[in-house]
Nanobody
Framework: QVQLVESGGGLVQTGGSLRLSCEVS??????AAWFRQAPGKEREYVAH????????YYTDSVKGRFTISRNSVKPTVYLQMDSLKTEDTAVYYC????????????????????WGQGTQVTVSS
């Protein structure tokens, strides 16, 4: 059974940093991503990484502040979050795609087979 185990969430002040980790019990990945869901809002895309190449992509609101990376040896995907803002407060979910056809964007939740349980990030002013 494939599992995604997240860690690293917590409470931080505005301008602070957090690093999220997601261990993936799946040896063959096409891509991994982070999504988030703020209270009363729909889950939204944050960033994704192409597993083979390491190429990364971000939603505009986190560009220059967040960095997604991966460890291929011990399949783990990270999200380094710097210069945090109150609007970054949300439950953050990691997701993994075992196969990617290339037809649809990896910014879509439907492209991911496996999901973590979520980790809470709270940014206080």
């Amino acid at each position: 059974q494939v599992q995604l185990v997240e860690s690293g969430g917590g409470l931080v002040q505005t301008g602070g940093s957090l690093r999220l980790s997601c261990e993936v019990s799946l040896q063959s990945l096409s891509a991994a991503a982070w999504f988030r869901q703020a209270p009363g809002k729909e889950r939204e895309y944050v960033a994704h990484i192409i597993w083979r190449t390491g190429y990364s992509y971000y939603t505009d609101s986190v560009k220059g502040r967040f960095t997604i990376s991966r460890n291929s040896v011990k399949p783990t995907v990270y999200l380094q979050m710097d210069s945090l803002k109150t609007e970054d407060t949300a439950v953050y979910y990691c997701a993994a795609a075992s196969f990617y056809s290339g037809v649809y964007s990896l910014k879509l939740q439907s492209q991911y087979d496996y999901w973590g349980q979520g980790t809470q990030v709270t940014v206080s002013s």
